[in-house]
C-alpha cells in the first residue's frame, strides 16, 4: 500500500499559512536536498483546491531545472475539491464525493507515496481521517502570532511516532512523524 506523506513549513506558533512570505530565511542546501530526496519517493500529489489554485498560478513558469518546479509540473495530481470543474494545471484528476474511500482506494493502487505538498486544511483532515501515514514538519525559529495553525482546531488525540528529526543550519528543525495506529 502506497504512502501518504505531507511536508510543511510551520513556525514555532504553529502558524503554516502563506509560507512563502515568511520561510525564506530558512532554505538552504541542506533542506533542499532533504527535500528532493522526499520527492523522488513520490509519483503522485493530493492537493486541496486552494493549493492547487496557487500552485497552478505560480509552478508552471518556474525553471524547469528546478527539482519540485519538475516534479509539480509533471507528476499526477489529485486535487480534493467540491467546487472545482475545469483542471487546466496537469495532469490533474478531482477527487470528490466519499472523500475517504476515494483517497484509500488511491493509497492502494500500485506506486510509490502519494506527497501533500502544503494544503494544511486537506493535512488535517488527512490525520483526523487517520489516512495521512507520515507528517514532515520545517519548523522555523519564528514566531508569527497570527495566521492559520495546523493544530488549531484538532478536537481528538492523534497519537504520533517520531519518525525522524535534523536540526538545520539555519536553526529550523525538520521533524517527521508517523501516524499512530
Known amino acids: 500500500m502506497r504512502k501518504i506523506v505531507t511536508g510543511l513549513f510551520m513556525s514555532l506558533d504553529g502558524v ?17 536536498e532533504m527535500m528532493a530526496a522526499g520527492i523522488a519517493q513520490a509519483d503522485a500529489i493530493l492537493l486541496g483546491r486552494r493549493t492547487y489554485l496557487e500552485f497552478a498560478a505560480m509552478w508552471p513558469g518556474q525553471d524547469r531545472s528546478l527539482p519540485m518546479a519538475r516534479f509539480l509540473n509533471d507528476t499526477p495530481k489529485y486535487i480534493v475539491s467540491g467546487t472545482l470543474q475545469d483542471l487546466e494545471w ?25 506527497q501533500v505538498p502544503g494544503s494544511p486544511t486537506l493535512v ?58
Open 124 to 181: 488535517r483532515w488527512l490525520l483526523g481521517h487517520r489516512l495521512l501515514d507520515e507528517l514532515s514538519l520545517t519548523i522555523a525559529p519564528i514566531v508569527l502570532g497570527s495566521g492559520l495553525r495546523l493544530f488549531g482546531e484538532a478536537s481528538e488525540h492523534i497519537p504520533l511516532t517520531l519518525a525522524e528529526s535534523v536540526t538545520l543550519g539555519t536553526g529550523a528543525l525538520a521533524v517527521t512523524y508517523r501516524v499512530s495506529s
Open 16 to 32: 503554516v499559512d502563506a509560507p512563502s512570505t515568511w520561510a525564506g530565511p530558512y532554505f538552504d542546501d541542506q533542506l533542499t
Open 90 to 114: 496537469g495532469p490533474a484528476s478531482l477527487v470528490h464525493g466519499d472523500l475517504a474511500r476515494e483517497i484509500d482506494t488511491l493509497r492502494r493502487q500500485p506506486g510509490r507515496n502519494i
